[in-house]
């Protein structure tokens, strides 16, 4: 029975808690009739539907009197295993008592914070950068500065040049720098191996972590892998992995590999439980059964021929409009109009039409930032919606600066 009152006080939330609601699925939208070049998401007609339904009932059938307790089976250790050996082809030697298995690389990056920022301490990242990292620093009350990125990813040079400024002015230096090495996420660029290189020096001269998201290495177009981050500076890197854009995001496995000082602290967030232990074990199968490198092969070559489609789109309707980088892998194209665009105006008129994207802004720390830049993601649609999603984006394009024209 609840207990009735005139007037409740109003409630104070933790200072904290986001002041802007998260972009759910990247701006999901249930419009049938969208293009959603907005989703930064795996074509789910490649997950690998049948394996893992064999994979599950297996672990349901056969391995569920342990599979379904808080323990789990054997699936942990083989998915563990299965990650340090992978990791090799970026350069990382580790065991598997070193890789941590988190609920996507998003709780593994909530958990770095925990293990090392306190209210008040400093965070650096990229600019742009991928906006639910920034959301997490911000709800860990961090004081964020953002460094740009070019052809060759973040300015490493003014990184350390600011570095160098704080540290003789008595300022407060990093306690993390946030990095997306390889296909960034909006900006499609990759770290050069020089750059990595300093980047490691710097993080143990100055004593900060680098947290070096990497999630789209295995999407690389060249077939080639560049070395991690975390191979030149293993004890100041928490290197991030996920399954999400190999076999399927939903199965929310992702992983923290770092020394095993780091790995015991971010571990003790789990207050003795594990990541979904039934869930390892129907990826523990299907890692057994299944050639997961034979299915990023199909993958690889699936999306290259979708980023082929977006760009030939880009440029047959936007022709000298707009300017990108060609990304090697991942998932995105990062679009910068030549005209005095606002892209969070821009995303109206596309709506209208029939397409969706994410505009710039939501990728830097002030709002002032990225008008003229869109981020565009060609993993999720077939080459047709591409180019008709492209072409709508030029009809909107038009129809936005013939409205602003108007309007001056």
């Not at 290197?239 to 020394?259: D, N």
């Not at 890692?287 to 199909?298: N, P």
Request: hydrophobic letters at 40%.
């Amino acid at each position: 029975m609840s207990v009735m009152v005139d007037k409740l006080t109003p409630f104070v939330y933790a200072s904290r808690v986001p002041q802007t609601a998260p972009m759910g699925a990247a701006q999901a939208t249930s419009r049938a009739d969208v293009i959603p070049l907005s989703y930064g998401s795996p074509v789910s007609d490649s997950f690998p539907y049948e394996a893992l339904q064999l994979a599950a009932s297996e672990a349901i059938m056969s391995q569920g009197n342990e599979a379904l307790q808080y323990t789990g089976a054997d699936g942990p250790a083989v998915v563990r295993k299965w990650i340090s050996e992978r990791s090799a082809l970026r350069g990382i030697e580790t065991k598997p008592e070193t890789v941590l298995v988190t609920y996507g690389s998003g709780q593994a990056i909530d958990f770095a914070c925990r293990a090392i920022l306190e209210p008040g301490d400093h965070v650096w990242v990229e600019s742009p950068t991928f906006f639910g990292a920034l959301n997490t620093f911000r709800s860990s009350e961090a004081v964020l500065t953002a460094f740009p990125i070019d052809a060759e990813g973040l300015r490493v040079d003014l990184v350390e040049e600011a570095l160098i400024a704080a540290d003789h002015a008595g300022k407060p230096l990093p306690k993390l720098l946030y990095c997306i090495p390889n296909y960034h996420n909006p900006g499609g660029v990759s770290l050069s191996v020089d750059r990595r290189k300093r980047l490691a020096e710097l993080a143990q001269t100055y004593n900060f972590f680098i947290l070096e998201d990497d999630a789209y290495s295995e999407l690389n177009f060249e077939e080639e892998y560049l070395p991690a981050v975390y191979t030149f500076a293993p004890q100041r890197t928490i290197y991030l992995g996920t399954f999400s854009k190999t076999i399927a995001p939903g199965i929310r496995v992702g992983w923290a590999i770092a020394s095993a000082e780091a790995i015991s602290k971010l571990g003790s967030f789990f207050h003795g439980s594990r990541a979904s232990v039934f869930t390892q074990q129907i990826v523990a199968n299907l890692l057994r059964s299944y050639s997961l490198a034979e299915h990023i092969k199909q993958l690889v070559e699936r999306y290259r021929k979708q980023r082929d489609c977006m760009l030939a789109s880009l440029d047959n309707y936007f022709g000298d409009a707009v300017e990108y980088t060609i990304p090697q892998g991942g998932f995105f194209v990062w679009l910068r109009f030549k005209e005095e665009v606002d892209t969070s105006e821009l995303v109206k008129f596309a709506a209208e039409r029939g397409v969706s994207f994410i505009d710039g802004r939501q990728f830097y720390l002030t709002p002032d930032e990225g008008k003229h830049e869109a981020r565009l993601s060609f993993s999720y649609c077939e080459s047709e919606s591409l180019e008709l999603g492209v072409a709508r984006l030029a009809e909107a394009y038009i129809a936005y600066l013939a409205e602003r024209n108007q309007r001056s």
